[in-house]
């Protein structure tokens, strides 16, 4: 299942979530890999990000505390992007609408693709995990 969209600069906020020990150890072993610090952004269209989701399986990383903070859940697929292992974010609490997806991947996807703001991408969304705890 694929998901096509344009890659767009975001707010720089899942950086601080992405290096939370939370986060990233049950991205890890929903995923196999260390999720590097941010996210690539990618605009679609509701309709396509909805009906591609739906067909496939996700794991769960419920709502958490943390020193007195909430954080919010994520639906986590795994993905791939070009032959790079990857898995699309779905947060439960987002300034995003419907119409974005999150990325995240080992590496910084916008240098070991060479993509810039407005590219077109595509995002194979895969419907069997390699694990699933939550």
Request: charged share 30%.
């Amino acid at each position: 299942m694929e998901i096509e969209g344009n890659v767009f600069s975001g707010m720089n906020v899942a950086e601080e979530y992405l290096k939370m020990n939370q986060y990233q150890r049950k991205i890890k072993d929903i995923t196999g890999f260390k999720p590097f610090p941010g996210t690539l952004n990618l605009r679609s269209s509701k309709e396509e990000i909805k009906n591609t989701l739906s067909q496939v399986d996700s794991v769960r990383i419920s709502s958490f505390s943390s020193e007195g903070e909430e954080y919010s859940g994520v639906d986590v697929y795994p993905a791939t992007v070009q032959g790079h292992d990857a898995a699309v974010l779905r947060m439960d609490v987002t300034d995003y609408g419907p119409e974005v997806v999150e990325i995240v991947a080992k590496n910084k996807l916008r240098k070991a693709l060479d993509i810039q703001d407005g590219d077109k991408i595509k995002v194979d969304v895969k419907n069997n995990l390699q694990s699933g705890s939550s």
